[in-house]
């Protein structure tokens, strides 16, 4: 999107928005060091990136994301659960959509900015704290399911993360997780955006399947599929209105995106912390 990514926007309150430039996700896979510099791009932290990238989140189409809910939707639609969580939900795409089947959630995440988004969809104002994943305000074994979508390279406290969750799901919980797939990073994919004629990458942590599924299950969680995804002819548009229909075969030539299907073993944990649930 730049090689990568998720979306390219402008900051709220900057220059004026430039529609064409705006929906144009950047797709130049590239390696090597220092990638940020070489592209001309600024390397920024994630709750900077996510301030400044959230007014234009939801607007421009994004074929990882696109490719993710392909794969996600038709599996997700299937399993009917009482309470979900979405961990990081950001301006909550999947709550919103998980909500509106009739499920009961809530979302959290630690951007103020994209949970301000967040609210403005009818169905999930009042199911969002304001939380990083790694402390969850909530009580022990009280959902069913979650999901992470495209944050896990930004949480540094996996293990802390994977422990919270363990405490808050309950017994037999599923847990989806999704996010750039290690080969695409190893490719030079970033998660970055744009801001007018400004470009910038979010801080990334990489890390290969194997550590992820680790943690997972050193944290109480079975791994039952990890899936690695390409870009298929579904995401073709989207790359021809980005003006890069050129590179879209070499895009989908190996990985881009990796969902991983968990499973909560055993018991539930209880902390004793209490049910601190804080609206955004
Ligand atoms: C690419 S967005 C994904 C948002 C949403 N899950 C989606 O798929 O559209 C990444 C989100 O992770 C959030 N995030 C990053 N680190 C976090 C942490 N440690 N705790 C909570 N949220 C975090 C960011 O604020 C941002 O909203």
């Avoid at 529609?19 to 090597?32: H, I, L, Q, V, Y």
């Avoid at 909530?138 to 993360?161: K, N, P, R, T």
């Avoid at 998660?191 to 004629?197: A, C, H, L, P």
Wanted: hydrophobic share 40%.
């Amino acid at each position: 999107m730049d090689a990568a990514v998720h979306r390219f926007e402008e900051a709220q309150g900057r220059k004026p928005v430039n529609r064409d430039a705006r929906d144009k996700p950047e797709m130049t896979p590239a390696g090597g060091q220092n990638l940020s510099r070489a592209r001309g791009e600024r390397l920024i932290p994630v709750a900077e990136g996510y301030e400044r990238w959230a007014p234009g989140y939801d607007d421009a189409p994004n074929p990882l994301l696109a490719c993710e809910e392909r794969y996600l939707s038709p599996l997700l639609v299937s399993l009917h659960y009482k309470r979900i969580l979405d961990l990081a939900c950001g301006t909550g795409r999947w709550l919103d959509r998980l909500l509106k089947q009739g499920s009961s959630g809530v979302g959290v995440d630690c951007s103020p900015a994209m949970l301000r988004l967040a609210k403005k969809k009818e169905v999930i104002a009042g199911r969002l704290a304001l939380a990083a994943c790694e402390y969850l305000p909530f009580s022990a074994a009280v959902f069913d399911l979650a999901i992470c979508s495209f944050a896990l390279g930004h949480i540094s406290g996996l293990a802390s993360m994977v422990r919270e969750l363990a405490r808050v799901t309950k017994p037999g919980a599923d847990v989806f997780v999704s996010d750039l797939h290690p080969d695409a990073f190893a490719r030079g994919w970033r998660v970055g955006f744009r801001d007018g004629t400004s470009a910038y990458q979010i801080e990334t942590l990489p890390r290969t399947v194997d550590e992820t599924i680790r943690t997972f299950y050193s944290g109480g969680f079975e791994c039952l599929t990890s899936e690695p995804l390409c870009l298929r002819d579904p995401e073709r548009p989207i790359f021809a209105r980005a003006g890069k229909s050129d590179s879209f075969e070499d895009a989908c030539r190996s990985p881009a995106v990796l969902v991983c299907h968990f499973k909560r073993r055993g018991r539930s944990i209880d902390s004793g912390r209490g049910d601190e649930f804080e609206n955004a």
